[in-house]
C-alpha cells in the first residue's frame, strides 16, 4: 500500500476520524467491565482521591455526562473516546519533532494499533485515560525543551544573535514549566505518572547537567508538587491507607517466582499488540547497535523515560503477580522508535512512499481483535469455561471473562419482578437495601440494578475487599441492624452465602434464580438471596 506525501495530514484526518467513530461504537454497544464501573462510584461520591486511584477519572466522568445527567456507557466513556483522538494526535506530533512527518504519521498508526491505546484508555473509562494523555503532553513538552532547537526547527529565519538565543531558551523554560502542570495532572490520574519525573531526573543527571542550575526546571518540579496536594491531604486523613494498599500490591524481595514474569511478559504482548512489541524490539537493537535512525537527545530522553519504569515492573513480577497495563506508557513511548525507524528506511518515489507491510500487520491484527472480540461477547459461541465445575449451575461460566461485561443489562427487570413479589407477600419492605461483598461485581450490580430501582447497596466485608464502598456505606447511611437486605450472586464469580452472610444475619433465604441468556443459551446464573436480620 503506498500513501502520498503530500497527503499524510489527510490521512491522518481520516484516521482520526474513522478510530473515533469506531471506539464510539463500541462505548456504546458494548456493557462495563469490573474496573469501569467501580469508577463511576467515583463520579457519584466524588472525592480529592480515592482507595485505589486519585480522583481524575471521576471528574472526567462528571464533566462528560453533565454530572451524571446523562450516564449511559458512551457519555460515561465519552473521554475516552476524545482523549484518545488527542493523545493519536499528539504522538504523531512527538514523531514529527524527534524526526519527521512520516514518522509522525507511523507513531500514530501503531499508537492506534495498541490494544492499550485503543480498548483499555481509547475506549473504556480507566484512569490510564487521563493519565495517557497528561503523560504525552509532558513527554512532548518535556522533548520540545530539552532538545538542542527546542523543536522541530529554527525559530524564525530573520530572527539573529542573542535575540534568537534569549527567545528560544524562554520559550524551552516555559515548556519545561508546562511540563510540570501536565506532569502534576498525570499524577492526579494514577500515581505511577511518577515515572515522568524519574525519566527526566535521569536525563539530566545523565546528559544535560546544565539543568541543575536552571530555576525553572525547580518551578516545574514545585508545580507537579502543588498539583499532588489533594492526594496527600486526602490520605493524611484516612492514615495514608491509598498509598498502603498500593505499597502491598508491589515487593522489593520475595520468593522468586518466574512464572509471574513470564505472565508478565505475556500479558505486555497482550496489551502492547504483539506485532508492535516486536517491532520496538527490532527499533531499539538497531539503536543499540548504531543506527542512527533517531537523534541522540530525542533516543536518550524516550529510553530514560521509558526503560526504567519497564524494569521496574519486570523486577517486581520476579516475586510477585502484577497487571501488564502497569507498564503499558512506557510501552507506548518506545512506539517512536520504529515509527522512527521505518521512516528512515524509506524512500520517496514520485511523492508517493509505501505503507511498511508490518504496520499494515499490527493495524490488521487490531481490526481482527475488535470483531472477533465483539461478536464473541456478544454471542459466546466459543466457549470460554472448562472444567466440570464451570458447567454446573452454580458455577456456570466461570473463567469466561466476556461473562464480567455481558449481561448486566438484563438482570433489573427480572430481578425488580422478584422484589416486587416478595414486597406484595409481606416477605421484604420497599426500603430494603442490597449488601455485597467485594467491589466488584457490587458495582457492576449498583450500577446495573440497584440504582436504577432506588436501592442503597452495601459493602458488608473489611476494607481490602469493598474499598470505596467502606466510604459509600457512610454516605449511604450505613448498614442498619435488624434490618434485612438483598443479595444478588453471579454463577461466574461465585460467593457461598453460608460462608460470607450466615454470621451476619439470623437467616439467609434463597429466593429465586435469573438466567442471563446469550443467543439462546445461558451465559450466566444470578442467584437472589434474602437476607434477614442483620446481627
Sequence with gaps: ?????????????????????????????????????????????????????????????????????????????????????????????????????????????????????????????????????????????????????????????????????????ARNDGLLVLGGLFTGLALLSKYSAGFIWVGAGLYILFYDRKQLKNKYLYLSILISAVCMLPLLIWNMQNDFISLTFHGDRVSLFGKLQPFDFLAEIA????????????????????????????????????????????????????????????????????????????????SVSNNEIKLPTSIIATLSLLIFVLVFGTLEIKTGLIPLSFGERANSVQYYGEGDFTTTIYGWRSIKDDFQKIREEKIAEGEMKESDGMVGLQWFPMANFDYYVANPLGINLFGIRDIEKIHKYYWINEYRGGLQKGCDYWFLNESSDYYAPERYLEYKFDEIVPCDTIVVDRCGTPAKYVFVYMCKGLK
Excluded at 456507557?73 to 493519536?88: A, C, K, V, W
Excluded at 503477580?321 to 503499558?328: D, E, F, N, T, V
Aim: hydrophobic residues 50%; glycine residues 6%.
Design 267 to 346: 500479558g505486555e504482548l497482550g496489551y502492547n499488540n504483539p506485532i508492535n512489541y516486536v517491532l520496538i524490539i527490532i527499533a531499539l537493537v538497531a539503536f543499540w547497535r548504531g543506527r542512527k535512525y533517531l537523534d541522540e537527545t530525542s533516543g536518550r530522553l524516550l529510553l530514560c523515560f521509558a526503560l526504567p519504569f519497564i524494569g521496574l515492573f519486570w523486577f517486581f513480577s520476579l516475586t510477585r503477580p502484577i497487571l501488564p497495563h502497569w507498564s503499558a506508557p512506557a510501552f507506548t513511548l518506545l512506539l517512536l522508535f520504529p515509527a522512527s525507524y521505518f521512516a528512515d528506511k524509506q
Design 1 to 169: 500500500m503506498r500513501i502520498q506525501d503530500n497527503k499524510i495530514n489527510r490521512y491522518l484526518t481520516w484516521l482520526l476520524i474513522i478510530s473515533a467513530l469506531v471506539r464510539g461504537f463500541l462505548a456504546a454497544f458494548i456493557e462495563f467491565g469490573n474496573d469501569e464501573v467501580y469508577y463511576w462510584t467515583y463520579a457519584m461520591y466524588p472525592d480529592w482521591s480515592h482507595f485505589d486511584h486519585p480522583g481524575m477519572v471521576g471528574w472526567l466522568m462528571q464533566i462528560f455526562s453533565l454530572n451524571l445527567l446523562f450516564h449511559s456507557e458512551f457519555t460515561l466513556r465519552l473521554s475516552s473516546i476524545i482523549f484518545m483522538t488527542l493523545d493519536t494526535f499528539i504522538i504523531y506530533k512527538i514523531g514529527c519533532l524527534v524526526k519527521n512527518k512520516l514518522a509522525g504519521f507511523y507513531a500514530a498508526l501503531l499508537y492506534t494499533a495498541s490494544f492499550y491505546c485503543f480498548v483499555i484508555t481509547g475506549t473504556f473509562i480507566m484512569p490510564d485515560t487521563p493519565l495517557m494523555l497528561f503523560t504525552l503532553l509532558a513527554i512532548w513538552c518535556f522533548l520540545s525543551s530539552f532538545r538542542p532547537t527546542g523543536g522541530s526547527g529554527e525559530i524564525s529565519s530573520n530572527i539573529t544573535g542573542d535575540f534568537s538565543t534569549t527567545l528560544r531558551s
